[in-house]
């Protein structure tokens, strides 16, 4: 029997429930975390993405506690990647929205410059948090590339909207901050986006990958610590995903890889000798341009963080034991840090705040899935005033974002048959 079978013999059920409570279900399975990210210069504070929400850490991984999407105002739509600031902000890009957050992710905010378009990408600037950058790939929209000077607070064209333009996503090259990256497509194909002054100017790179028939969804992935000219990126054809690799600051680009799952994300070593990449269930290692093999664990979920020396890999609660591990041979073995039944509960936040005022009543629903304490974190924190509460982005297909609707159940039935992104299933209809 497939996996996905023995899966859906359990697992289904409880999620049908889960869509028929009133209370409200969650848009995808509670064990698929995305991304880890630490706090710029606060080795305290750590944020996971979930399909479930976010689950964040006040010490350095060893506890944590949930936030729910109806918190954040998110509904539906689920960040790839968070940026935790050293000022305290959170940012991350839903797809949607630029989502904010100024008070440790009990309240969160959409940016209204954003409010016509999807905002697919957020990249910071290493060392100089003044300067972030945004790409935009709303079909039927002209997207474009945008850039802030002053943290976030506003935004102008780094790139003018061009006709028929959708851009999935940019980055910054870490060795060399002036020299940034953008992926899109327009009517005459997939490509690159190269600056090397800080976003003023922009040479288009086309990407026709004729090895491939009919690739679609160019996505830049990660840009390396150790040159400003190797990038890694993905792209999709033939019902497969391939990682392609740059060394020529994104001229041409090769294919090192290729796997039927969707390929999420890359993380590299700081020299860029070591590279993982993380699919919708395994992590795959390369070294030294070998080939890529895939490693034991973690299975059924996987995202990696290199940092300080030490690996850090998110997994499947429900398959692997795990959700948080961490290795020191660059993820052959894993010592566990946490499981999701170790999630003490709702964030704690000041009674006012709208993840307060949503996410304790929703944690029991959650917690039964977890396998952990259905009563964690109903206590509020000392109030600290009033909290705008934020805009849900509205749904692509104009239905309504509000829990429990229809859409949110189809999406959780699709995550487990698929797990393809919203992105994903956009691409595929543009192929013709």
């Known amino acids: 029997m497939k996996k996905t079978s023995i899966l859906l013999s359990w697992r289904l059920p409880l999620l049908l429930s889960l869509w028929a409570a009133p209370a409200g279900a969650h848009w995808g399975m509670p064990d698929e975390a995305s991304s880890i990210s630490v706090r710029r210069g606060h080795e305290d504070d750590w944020i996971m993405g979930d399909a479930s929400g976010a689950l964040i850490s006040r010490d350095q991984g060893t506890t944590w506690r949930w936030i729910c999407p109806e918190g954040m105002g998110i509904a539906i739509w689920r960040p790839e990647r968070y940026f935790w600031l050293s ?11 630029l989502i904010r957050s100024d008070d440790s992710g009990c309240s969160w905010a959409p940016h209204t410059y954003f409010k016509d378009t999807w905002v697919t990408g957020l990249a910071v600037h290493p060392t100089d948090e003044r300067f972030l950058y945004v790409s935009t790939g709303r079909p039927s929209l002209n997207n474009g590339l945008y850039r802030s000077e002053d943290g976030g607070e506003s935004w102008v064209q780094a790139l003018a909207p061009t006709p028929g333009s959708r851009y999935s996503s940019i980055r910054i090259a870490a060795s060399d901050p002036l020299r940034l990256y953008a992926s899109g497509q327009d009517a005459e194909g997939q490509f690159l986006a190269r600056s090397d002054d800080g976003g003023r100017v922009w040479t288009r790179l086309p990407q026709p990958l004729t090895a491939l028939k009919l690739p679609y969804d160019l996505v830049l992935l990660r840009v390396s610590d150790a040159s400003p000219d ?7 054809a033939q019902g497969r995903d391939w990682l392609l690799k740059s060394t020529d600051g994104g001229v041409t680009l090769t ?32 070294q030294d341009d070998g080939a890529f093999t895939e490693l034991a664990e973690p299975n059924g979920n996987a995202c990696a963080l290199k940092r300080n020396g030490t690996l850090y890999g998110c997994g499947s609660g429900w398959t692997g034991g795990w959700a948080l591990a961490k290795s020191a041979d660059e993820g052959t073995t894993w010592e566990p840090m946490f499981k999701l039944g170790d999630v003490q509960g709702a964030h704690l936040c000041p009674a006012a705040t709208p993840v307060q005022q949503r996410c304790p009543a929703l944690w029991p629903q959650l ?52 797990r393809r992104s919203r992105r994903d299933a956009l691409a595929r209809s543009r192929r013709s």
């Open 255 to 286: 294919s090192v890889m290729d796997t039927y799952e969707r390929i999420s994300s890359v993380e590299a070593s700081p020299d860029g000798r070591t590279v993982w990449v993380s699919t919708t269930t395994r992590l795959f290692r390369g």
């Open 87 to 97: 000022g305290g902000a959170i940012m991350a890009a839903t797809g949607s929205a």
């Open 367 to 418: 917690a039964q899935l977890y396998g952990a304490a259905p009563d964690g974190g109903v206590g509020p924190t000392q109030d600290a005033g009033p909290s705008e509460q934020p805009v849900a982005p509205a749904s692509p297909d104009g239905c309504a974002a509000s829990p429990g609707l229809v859409p949110g159940a189809l999406l959780v039935l699709a995550t487990v048959w698929g």
């Open 230 to 236: 190797v990038l890694w990126a993905k792209i999709s």
